[in-house]
């Protein structure tokens, strides 16, 4: 099985596909969500890799790659850090990192983390972690525990039930039974302990994005946000993002809700390879963040 090793040590399970060459564009590095694994970018993969070489892998915690059992080998940081080697282990360069919620935000620190690395990034259903008020943040940081807490009382079965029957989902299960189903099944088949260090390790702490701002404005790369309208707490980071990072742009995908790849992987792709299309030809525009859109601006009288 392939692998690649981090710098402390974990190995990293991968796989790859599509032209062995960078023709027509940098590769593409796909990052899994906290509900997901490797698997979850099967129809980004058989589309894209027709023309691009594509590389999914699954994150530290998820099998088959290693499950460290000491919470302090978790966090945003090795997240983006994880990303880093695989590209340096594989040796692709510049490279289009395309990350989902808990992968969208380890897509945004890697940008900031590994600028030369990334030849642009794309966030999908990116949540901010919580929100910038004190006590929201206590909650959110509770909340986390609580759930890692019966990840490891109850299992994953149990938590699937819960974590994958949530409002935000609801909208896979309706369009594609058979895909939520699916999705389900490999989330109660997940690693209990890389699960729990997880959400200890990486969600809980991670600081809220709303609070990242002179990051986000020092990201020069071109950066591309998705997310359904019905996935209630992305819309606001969305905006933000776009409002804040210079090369930015927003896709918003009607009535869709987190699992935003798998629920609409046409749309998904459509929208992705566009942007790809664009940063490739040059075309993907910066903006003035420092000055408020024309639009915005009220006609002068």
């Known amino acids: 099985m392939p692998y690649v090793t981090t710098n402390d040590g974990v190995r990293l399970y991968y796989e790859e596909c599509g032209p062995g060459g960078t023709e027509p564009g940098a590769p593409i590095l796909f990052v899994h969500e906290f509900g997901g694994h490797h698997l979850s970018w099967e129809p980004q993969l058989r589309h894209f890799s027709r023309r691009y070489r594509c590389i999914t892998y699954a994150a530290r915690g998820w099998p088959p790659s290693d499950v460290p059992g000491d919470v302090s080998a978790y966090s945003q940081a ?88 949530g409002p935000a989902r609801s909208q896979y299960r309706e369009k594609d039974p058979r895909g939520w189903a699916e999705f389900k099944r490999q989330f109660a088949e997940g690693s209990q302990l890389g699960h729990a260090m997880t959400m200890r390790g990486v969600q809980g702490p991670r600081v809220p994005l709303f609070e990242r701002q002179a990051d ?46 798998l629920e609409e992987p046409i749309a998904f792709n459509a929208g992705l390879e566009q942007f790809l299309l664009s940063v490739e030809h040059g075309s993907w525009h910066r903006l003035d963040i420092g000055k408020p859109h024309a639009l915005l601006v009220p006609p002068k009288r």
């Open 216 to 261: 986000l404005n020092g990201l020069e790369m071109p950066v591309l946000v998705i997310a359904g309208d019905e996935d209630d707490s992305t819309l606001d980071l969305a905006v933000f993002l776009k409002r804040n990072i210079p090369r930015c742009g927003v896709l918003m995908l009607p009535q869709t809700g987190h699992t935003i790849n």
């Open 78 to 165: 090795r997240a983006a850090d994880d990303a880093a080697a695989m590209i340096l282990g594989l040796g692709l360069g510049p490279t289009h990192i395309v990350g989902l919620s808990m992968g969208a935000t380890a897509a945004i620190e890697f940008g900031i983390r590994h600028p030369s690395l990334a030849k642009s990034l794309t966030a999908a259903a990116c949540g901010s972690g919580a929100s910038t008020d004190p006590e929201q943040k206590r909650k959110f940081q509770e909340s986390c525990t609580a759930f890692a807490e019966r990840i490891e009382t109850e299992g994953m079965a149990a938590m699937a039930e819960l974590y994958c029957t």
